[in-house]
């Protein structure tokens, strides 16, 4: 895949700064809380065996914005 080939107008494309700066003001509290409650409820449904709602939490953990946010701030290669 070519990177340089994109269908995004030059105008809206982000510079390097104003990503730094949205990287920067994430509040990352909010985000780790978000993560937690969500595996803390798998963890009770898994418990009460409820493994429709595991399933269903499971699927809602990968694909939360927020959980990704956190697996790539802790990420080795991350930016942080």
């Known amino acids: 895949m070519n990177v340089?080939?994109?269908n995004t107008l030059q105008s809206e494309k982000l510079t390097n700064v104003q990503l730094?700066?949205?990287?920067?003001?994430?509040?990352?509290?909010k985000v780790e809380k978000h993560v937690n409650r969500l595996q803390v409820r798998i963890t009770k449904a898994v418990i009460e065996?409820?493994?429709?709602?595991?399933?269903?939490?499971?699927?809602?953990?990968?694909?939360?914005?927020?959980?990704?946010?956190l697996a790539t701030r802790k990420h080795p290669s991350g930016a942080n």
């Open 4 to 6: 340089r080939i994109s």
């Open 20 to 29: 730094r700066n949205q990287w920067n003001s994430i509040d990352w509290n």
């Open 49 to 69: 065996g409820k493994w429709w709602l595991v399933k269903r939490l499971q699927y809602l953990l990968t694909h939360s914005y927020f959980a990704k946010l």
